[in-house]
């Protein structure tokens, strides 16, 4: 299953963090796509391959305008990651497996949590499957669209990626309620731990909450964490 990780020209500083993170926690031999606008005037880890989205505007009001010519190109699921997501502990495979499995064998699945994110929303069991207790989200729970790291169904994004969106606009659409999409995730056993990477209103502030100072001094003396400008 193909992993995207989407950036922009404001964020492209973050980006030796989080992929070191994820080759840290995920799999350095694990090829990933990052999609943004100007490419990093820096070398990404080999694993990782950058495709412009051309060029980025000066709002944000462009995030779904552009972003959905090319998921509409991309296979019926994927796994999407934001920029700023900091991995902090090794990734549970089997459990990730497990989730993805849930594309084919439940149907009309149109997102599926990789953390515990859909836990802090409205929600109930579906049903224990291969021994995992899985959960859904409510129709009427807030955040269906929630853009923290999960497998996405591309007609579920797409339906939602109306012209001239924020990030936190297309989160907070209120309409989601009328599809037939089910949003899915795991508890205790959800495969990935991460924090979201820079606090709110400063992006040089880095959120390394439960990251080993061992890799944040490691990172610190590759030259990978920018300080503020």
């Known amino acids: 299953m193909k992993i995207i990780i989407s950036t922009s020209n404001f964020y ?30 820096y070398n990404l880890p ?34 999407w990651i934001f920029d700023d997501t900091f991995l902090r502990a090794p990734v549970d495979f089997k459990s990730l497996n497990f989730l993805k499995s849930l ?8 997102r599926i949590n990789l ?5 802090k929303q409205d929600h109930s069991l579906l049903d224990n499957i291969d021994g ?10 807030i955040y269906r669209l929630s853009t923290q790291i999960s497998i996405w169904n591309k007609h579920f994004a797409l339906q939602y990626m109306t012209e001239d969106l924020s990030p936190w606009e297309f989160e907070c659409q209120a309409d989601h309620a009328v599809d ?14 991460h924090n979201e990477g820079v606090r709110k209103h400063n992006l040089y502030d880095y959120n390394f909450d439960g990251i080993d100072q061992s890799i944040i001094d490691e990172m610190n003396n590759l030259g990978l964490i920018t300080k503020h400008p």
């Open 12 to 41: 492209r500083h973050i980006l030796p963090i989080s992929t070191y993170l994820f080759n840290c926690f995920w799999d350095n031999k694990q090829r990933v796509e990052i999609v943004g606008y100007d490419a990093p005037p």
């Open 46 to 79: 080999s694993n990782f391959h950058f495709v412009s989205l051309g060029k980025q505007s000066e709002d944000k009001q462009n995030f779904t305008r552009d972003l959905r010519k090319y998921i509409a190109k991309q296979d019926k699921f994927f796994i």
């Open 103 to 110: 594309t084919e064998k439940i149907p009309d699945v149109g």
């Open 115 to 119: 953390s515990r994110e859909g836990m």
């Open 132 to 141: 995992y207790d899985v959960y859904q989200n409510d129709k009427f729970s």
């Open 180 to 193: 037939e999409f089910k949003i899915l995730g795991l508890d205790q056993d959800a495969p990935v731990k």
